[in-house]
């Protein structure tokens, strides 16, 4: 079993920036991938990154690469998405979730799932 609570979403500005962050707990959490999506009103949830478990690679999806950055630690057992030049269009509730696989981008290929965090992002 791996728990995930994600933090740090709120109201930001169009152009801001905003740092989320996941705290991943369980025996086995280095086992895991961990990855973020996102999920806007009325839309289906979307894949934006994933870290590898020994958080040596990590892998975008091509519509946040450049803007959005992925970064684990396993010495914390933390994951975050440092988010940059945001856009109404990026309000949505983000989630990480955990993956036995290597780097998946499907939302089915994710075992564990945290509440998510919303981010609004005002014009």
């Known amino acids: 079993q791996v728990q995930l609570v994600e933090s740090g979403g709120g109201l930001v500005q169009t152009g801001g920036s905003l740092r989320v962050s996941c705290a991943a707990s369980g025996r086995s959490v280095t086992d895991y991938a961990l990855g973020w999506f996102r999920q806007g009103p009325g839309k289906d949830r979307e894949f934006i990154a994933v870290a590898n478990k020994l958080a040596t690679i990590n892998h975008y999806s091509p519509s946040f690469k450049g803007r959005f950055t992925i970064d684990r630690d396993n010495t914390k057992n933390i994951l975050s998405l440092q988010m940059g030049g945001l856009k109404p269009e990026d309000t949505a509730v983000y989630y990480c979730?955990?993956?036995?696989?290597?780097?998946?981008?499907?939302?089915?290929?994710?075992?564990?799932w945290g509440q998510g965090t919303q981010v609004t992002v005002s014009s």
């Open positions: 979730a955990a993956s036995p696989l290597v780097l998946p981008v499907l939302p089915d290929s994710y075992r564990f």
